[in-house]
């Protein structure tokens, strides 16, 4: 009896793996299809209790490996550029920049998930594989494996193309991003991915 319980554990223990693995393998290949993203778009938060409390609205781009801009236009601008091993996170209203190491930051922004090597993708979180093969697309649920500023994350991808990712913090509340007007494996300009604060720009610079 001792034995076929442990036969059933080691079963499924390594079926459980080859799941992760497969899942891990199916989204990265995905990610790694798209070498430049341009796209418009949507950003919901809901509460949680499921009413949206905000929205805004912006365009991201972003090129393999770690480069990548996320602009918010309205309501309250903002700018967020990473590339090689620093990002800026700029607030036009307040006239202030911060700059933060890259390696720190790429686990707690899960949007660079689209633009950051594979080492970062199985470093910090747990993948599984939600549902394929449907009209729904391709769904992937990240968990961290580490303390983060969110408890998980949903990636929905479409033809190969992502679609939406759902982003839930510890509160229960979801921040659900959704993406449109996307063209991918197209020549960006490297000025998109450089920061140059004005002469008025407050700078806090937390990689020192």
């Known amino acids: 009896m001792i034995r076929k319980c442990l036969m059933v554990f080691i079963f499924a223990?390594?079926?459980?793996?080859?799941?992760?693995?497969?899942?891990?393998?199916?989204?990265?290949?995905?990610?790694?299809?798209v070498q430049s993203m341009q796209a418009n778009f949507t950003q919901t938060i809901y509460d949680n209790r499921g009413k949206a409390i905000q929205k805004s609205f912006g365009n991201m781009s972003m090129?393999?490996?770690?480069?990548?801009?996320?602009?918010?236009?309205?309501?309250?601008?903002?700018?967020?550029?990473?590339?090689?091993?620093?990002?800026?996170?700029?607030?036009?209203?307040?006239?202030?920049?911060?700059?933060r190491s890259l390696k720190k930051s790429a686990g707690e922004t899960?949007?660079?998930?689209?633009?950051?090597?594979?080492?970062?993708?199985?470093?910090?979180?747990?993948?599984?594989?939600?549902?394929?093969?449907?009209?729904?697309?391709?769904?992937f649920s990240l968990t961290p494996k580490a303390d983060s500023t969110f408890a998980g994350i949903k990636m929905g991808f479409i033809k190969g193309q992502i679609q939406e990712m759902d982003l839930e913090d510890h509160l229960g509340h979801t921040t659900r991003i959704y993406f449109k007007n996307i063209r991918t494996n197209i020549n960006l300009s490297p000025s998109l991915f450089v920061f140059k604060a004005n002469a008025n720009t407050d700078v806090i610079n937390e990689t020192r």
């Open 110 to 139: 899960p949007a660079l998930l689209l633009s950051h090597v594979d080492t970062v993708l199985e470093k910090h979180y747990t993948v599984k594989q939600m549902q394929n093969n449907t009209a729904q697309g391709e769904w």
């Open 63 to 99: 090129q393999r490996p770690g480069k990548f801009r996320w602009v918010v236009t309205k309501p309250i601008p903002q700018v967020i550029v990473a590339n090689a091993s620093k990002l800026w996170i700029y607030d036009p209203d307040l006239e202030q920049v911060t700059i």
């Open 13 to 33: 223990f390594f079926t459980a793996t080859a799941y992760a693995d497969d899942a891990y393998t199916s989204l990265s290949t995905l990610l790694n299809n």
